[in-house]
């Protein structure tokens, strides 16, 4: 079993639609989660950064962390064309470790 | 804030030959720089961790005299990948961590360097 698993998609919705993306892990002792957009050809552009069970907020983007569960979330609010790309979560154990683990990468199209 | 560049973009070198990659932070000071490498469809898999003044520290099964790193400054990282082959072929991403950042964890990527090795 891998330490992240997220689902590759690709996943398809019309412009406005609500998006969830998940990860699940294996390793309880991940504390520190995040989540990057990367488009095709490019580096990934961090978007959210969470340590703790709950919610996050930063405009159409709301982080979700259920660390009893080992399950995180990304949902965006208002979905645009320019939000298409590949969504890849992250997460470390923290605890001056750096080694981010990621996800595959769920691939995002925003249809007009 | 926290911009990472990379240069080249895009290199195709032939087999045999060897490529150096430059990260660097723009508008901070990075401590700490990694290096990814991400296959098509693939997730990022780090290669090494370097500190600025340090021997890099190599993830298992990366070979440390063909991947060379070298963090000679607090804004620059490079990446020298020595007697390329095709299968060293690959999207190749570093990134930083900012000097101060404390006790948080997250990373600044770079847009990345295609190689290409014929």
């Known amino acids: 079993q891998k330490e992240v698993e997220q689902d590759p998609g690709p996943l398809s919705v019309p412009e406005g639609a609500i998006v969830s993306l998940n990860c699940t892990y294996s390793?309880?002792?991940?504390?520190?989660f995040m989540w990057y957009r990367q488009y095709s050809r490019k580096g990934p552009e961090l978007l959210m950064y969470?340590?703790?069970?709950g919610n996050k907020e930063d405009g159409r983007f709301t982080a979700q962390v259920d660390k009893s569960s080992k399950y995180i979330s990304l949902f965006i609010r208002d979905s645009q064309p320019s939000d298409s790309a590949t969504y890849l979560c992250a997460m470390t154990e923290g605890a001056g470790s750096y080694q981010l683990t990621f996800g595959k990468g769920t691939k995002l199209s925003v249809i007009p | 804030g926290a911009v990472v560049s990379q240069h080249p973009s895009w290199v195709i070198c032939k087999s045999g030959t060897s490529v150096k990659i430059e990260c660097r932070s723009l508008?901070?000071?990075?401590?700490?720089m990694f290096w990814y490498r991400q296959f098509p469809k693939q997730s990022l898999m780090l290669m090494a961790t370097s500190n600025e003044g340090s021997k890099a520290t190599y993830e298992q099964g990366v070979e440390k005299d063909k991947f060379l790193i070298n963090h000679a400054s607090l804004t620059l990282s490079t990446l020298t990948v020595t007697s390329a082959h095709p299968e060293d072929s690959s999207f190749y991403i570093c990134s930083a961590r900012e000097r101060g950042q404390g006790i948080t964890y997250e990373q600044y990527f770079g847009p990345g360097t295609r190689l290409t090795v014929t």
């Open positions: 969470t340590y703790s069970s």
């Open positions: 390793n309880s002792a991940f504390q520190y």
């Open positions: 508008d901070f000071q990075a401590t700490t």
